[in-house]
């Protein structure tokens, strides 16, 4: 069935080293979605990506969809301990209209 | 504010209780979904519904049931909880256009323990 695969699972950086997390999809897709969960917390949409090879950033957050809609990276500048979180990517499901599947996640570490 | 109101937080029941997780959305949202969270599986869907009456399973819909009378709310059930239902519940909701989502909006969580 359709997958999508993020990588990698963890990550530790020291406060202010970049960090990057990649998400791919066994399908293209039509979209892509990203989503940060602090710890204790609930997912939080952050961005969405429509266009082949898209490029949208958000302050220190860089977000990519590749030409082919199949892979995605999230690539965040100078880490602050206030990127502590889980980035989780998310695809929709060919036909089933408003069902995301979503990746495993990228939990951040951030050590000050 | 626009949100998603889950309740309640945090339950601990026994086995075999029947309880029931409330979820509330004030955007006027077609869709509304259920997932469980639990350690190295991710985000896995329970329920979905497309709009009013229209519910549908996900990927892991045994032992719950869902009912969607009113657009606002989508409140999940679990007729005979049971040890393995232990886990995080959200609740999201979102607009539809056509097959296209525009971003999740996810409750605060409901953390259950079934003993």
């Known amino acids: 069935g359709q997958q999508v695969m993020q990588i990698p699972q963890y990550q530790h950086v020291q406060e202010g080293e970049d960090f990057t997390t990649y998400c791919n999809s066994s399908?293209?897709?039509?979209?892509i979605q990203w989503y940060k969960q602090r710890p204790g917390g609930h997912p939080v949409f952050l961005i969405q990506?429509?266009?082949?090879?898209e490029v949208k950033k958000q302050k220190r957050l860089t977000f990519q969809f590749g030409e082919a809609k199949k892979n995605s990276s999230l690539h965040i500048t100078a880490t602050q301990t206030t990127d502590v979180g889980t980035y989780f990517c998310?695809?929709?499901?060919?036909?089933?209209?408003?069902?995301?599947?979503f990746g495993q996640g990228t939990e951040l570490s951030v050590k000050p | 504010e626009a949100q998603v109101t889950q309740n309640p937080r945090y339950l601990i029941t026994v086995t075999g209780k029947k309880l029931t997780v409330t979820c509330s959305q004030n955007?006027?949202?077609?869709?509304m979904s259920w997932y469980r969270q639990d350690p190295g599986l991710g985000l896995r869907q329970i329920y979905y519904?497309?709009?009013?009456?229209?519910?549908d399973k996900g990927d892991v819909p045994e032992g719950y049931k869902v009912s969607r009378k009113e657009k606002r709310n989508f409140p999940l059930i679990l007729e005979s909880p049971s040890p393995n239902q232990t886990s995080l519940y959200f609740c999201?909701?979102?607009?539809?256009?056509?097959?296209?989502?525009?971003?999740?909006?996810f409750g605060s969580g409901t953390r259950l323990t079934v003993v």
């Open positions: 999201a909701s979102s607009f539809i256009w056509g097959l296209a989502n525009y971003g999740y909006t």
């Open positions: 399908t293209t897709l039509s979209n």
């Open positions: 990506l429509v266009k082949s090879g």
């Open positions: 998310a695809g929709p499901l060919r036909n089933q209209g408003g069902k995301l599947i």
């Open positions: 955007m006027n949202h077609e869709y």
């Open positions: 519904s497309m709009n009013v009456e229209v519910t």
